[in-house]
């Protein structure tokens, strides 16, 4: 049996610097080997940049994921040269750099991460659906965990049902608010609507409260600042046999 860690968003300088205080605690406490991380948000003012990226990977993560905000900085696209960086698989092909998987050798077995993201009010990027079944017919293990960056918790959802019992572990991130709808589905595929975030826990997402309260109720354009304060680190910790690719347990963690 293994163990595999799942950290939802992580946003901004804040959430890295909690990020690297807490991980090497929490692998130790959990025997984690694996560590998976969305970073999409990790560098000031959104995005990943080589620095924040690097901060993820020094913390202890193995895998970076991303989502909607994968190439706002697009004069660092170079990142995902790196296999361990990827971005939704879902993309158009040529429209975009990089990948959308990543396996890793783990000497006797191997572990695939797939990054993808949903079009429901977000942008019209190829079917999801469609797009993760021809994926599954070139991965060669039967350990699969998939980061869904999805807005709506029905494609979400759909998604989990869609990929239960085909892959090891299906993961919602993006909204920032972790769910409380952790589960095995068909005894086979991890499942929860959304891992949360890492980041300031007193924020709107990890946004200052006044700006984004200002946005909302005033409907004027707004310089929306990282939030300061105390931070918290939300995530999930899943159980799987690395032989059948099945997940036996999933547990939602919150570090404060």
Known sequence: MKNLLFIGDVVGKAGCDFLSAKLPQIKRQYNIDITVVNAENSAQGNGVTRQSAESVIKAGADVITTGNHAFRRREELDIYDRDYIIRPANYP??????????????????VAVVNLMGTAYLEPLDNPFTKIDEILEDIH???????????????????????????TGVFGTHTHVQTADETVIDGHTAYITDAGMTGVERSCLGVEIKSAVDRLRFRMPVRFREAEGKCFLCGVVVAFDEKSGKSHKIERIIIR
């Open 93 to 110: 092909e040529g429209a975009c750099v990089g990948k959308g998987v990543c396996v890793l050798d783990m000497g006797a077995y191997s």
């Open 141 to 167: 293990t039967k350990n699969i965990f998939v980061d869904f960056h999805a807005e709506a918790t029905s494609e979400k959802k759909a998604m989990g049902y869609h990929l239960a019992g085909k892959v």
